[in-house]
């Protein structure tokens, strides 16, 4: 598999549950499309079509949790992305569904949010967030929902606020006394609805993934205003790279506009035949359906097209401000997100996965002698693992134009994956990016090593 000094055992998954998500033959954990897996630092949560199963791997007697979304078999609806949510002493992890649905549950299976972000198939999850530093001018968490053509986000700060007050109703009550039942029914929640932003993005095609990368200065030209400007970062078929200035105003563009008022309607029409058809029932007479937001203002920056080469996957750096893409002619990215030029191509990486990571690159000159000296952020340099399914491998490279520094052999059946970003961590003492790496044949999870020696 790989040399002991490449990497560190951590524990193992295996388990007769696992079965229930495909377990059992060779390749599973790679070789399903519909398999999702989202890591903290001590649990694994692995999703099918209408299964979420976390389990983990520092205790082999604790319980595992079985979570089955209530999906529509009108529309067919199915899980497509799950995500964990760590704030502090509050752990949840959140599901998005093919209806456009974001689903928030407890780690005793609870459903303690449910809201539709928009008509269609959620692709993504992105929870990540960037602290004030000497290079970023202002701090921001958020979660990001992306969609094909859409792109939401949600402040970190008003998932907190709800999943607070969760936590308190839920820990004031007696030991003998059962939760509240709560009704999901139609557009109403029990804590209020998430307040979020939406944007268009549809502009160059659809796209398969992409990123809010953080926040950039206004337009030229332009007053100032209260409204604050993001930048994001899309791919998919028609256009390999596409970018946009996202604004928090709400006057939108005729595109933005048509969209609006003919998707939702399109939406609703669907229903209604498919509920007449089926005599559905269950609907309460007197509940509309969802109506979705508005879009916000989206403005095009740049676009890459490069028939027939497709992006498929993206990765953000944890400042956002380098991406790694990799696309359908085998081929790795380095995307600068504030120049928005390729600054590096590697070639040769089909199917490949790329994850950030920070290793310490010059700990033996850098750090003091004394053996209880605690590495600080400084010490660690930025480096990309590149997972390579096909050669059998996983490479870490030195950013952005250093030169491959490992090279770990790995079983084809593994996954490399990363603990999902905790919202207000403290930043000493300081915890690197670290990659793991899973063995879907063993169950056997294990940790890159950050240093070379």
């Known amino acids: ?34 398999l999702l897996c989202a890591l903290d630092t001590h649990a694994l949560a692995l999703a099918n079509r209408s299964l979420i199963l976390v389990l983990g791997w520092s205790d082999p007697d604790a319980p595992r949790l079985k979570i089955r979304p209530d999906l ?12 964990w949510l760590v704030f502090d002493e509050i752990r949840v992890v959140v599901a998005g569904t093919s209806s456009g649905y974001f689903l928030i549950y407890s780690l005793g299976g609870d459903l303690i949010h449910k809201q539709m972000i928009y008509p269609g198939r959620i692709l993504k999850l992105r929870v990540r967030g960037t602290k004030r530093d000497l290079i970023q001018d202002t701090s921001s968490e958020e979660v990001c929902v992306v969609m094909p053509g859409v792109v939401a986000r949600c402040d970190g700060s008003d998932i907190q606020s709800m999943l607070q007050q969760w936590f308190q109703e839920t ?46 200065p206004p337009p030229l030209m332009e007053h100032q205003s209260s409204h604050r400007y993001f930048c994001a970062v899309a791919i998919g078929e028609d256009a390999v790279i596409s970018a946009f200035r996202l604004s928090e105003d709400k006057s939108r563009s005729l595109v933005g506009a048509i969209l609006s008022k003919v998707v939702p309607a399109t939406f609703s029409t669907i229903a209604s035949f498919s509920r007449m058809i089926w005599r559905s029932e269950q609907t309460s007479p007197g509940k509309s359906d969802v109506k979705p937001q508005s879009f916000a203002r989206a403005s095009p920056l740049t676009c890459l097209k490069d028939h027939p080469r497709k992006g498929e996957k993206l990765t953000l750096s944890p400042s956002g401000t380098l991406a790694a893409i990799t696309d359908s002619l085998g081929r790795i990215l380095l995307l600068d997100t504030q120049a928005l030029v390729v600054v590096r191509l590697w070639k040769g990486y089909r199917d490949a996965s790329c994850l950030f990571m920070e290793m310490l690159v010059n700990r033996d000159t850098a750090a003091p002698s004394s053996s209880s000296y605690e590495p600080v952020k400084s010490d660690y340099c930025l480096c990309l693992a590149i997972h390579a399914p096909r050669k059998g491998i996983v490479e870490i490279w030195q950013m952005r134009t250093g030169p491959r520094l490992r090279i770990i052999q790995c ?39 950050r240093t070379l020696n």
């Open 72 to 83: 529509s078999p009108i529309a067919s609806e199915h899980i497509t992305a799950v995500e």
């Open 411 to 449: 079983v084809k059946g593994a996954k490399i994956l990363q603990p999902t970003y905790r919202f207000g961590s403290s930043t000493s003492p300081y915890v690197p990016l670290e990659v793991f790496l899973l063995n879907g044949d063993s169950g056997q999870i294990s940790v890159l090593n």
């Open 171 to 216: 820990h004031t009550q007696f030991w003998d006394q059962k939760p509240k039942r709560r009704d999901f029914e139609g557009s109403e929640t029990p804590y209020g609805k998430l307040p979020f932003q939406l944007w268009n993005v549809s502009k160059y095609g659809s796209c398969a993934d992409a990123a809010i990368t953080g926040i950039m």
């Open 1 to 34: 598999m790989w040399r002991r000094s490449h990497a560190t055992e951590l524990g193992c998954i295996a388990c007769e549950e696992l079965s229930q998500v495909g377990a059992g033959k060779e390749g599973w954990l790679v070789d399903d499309p519909n």
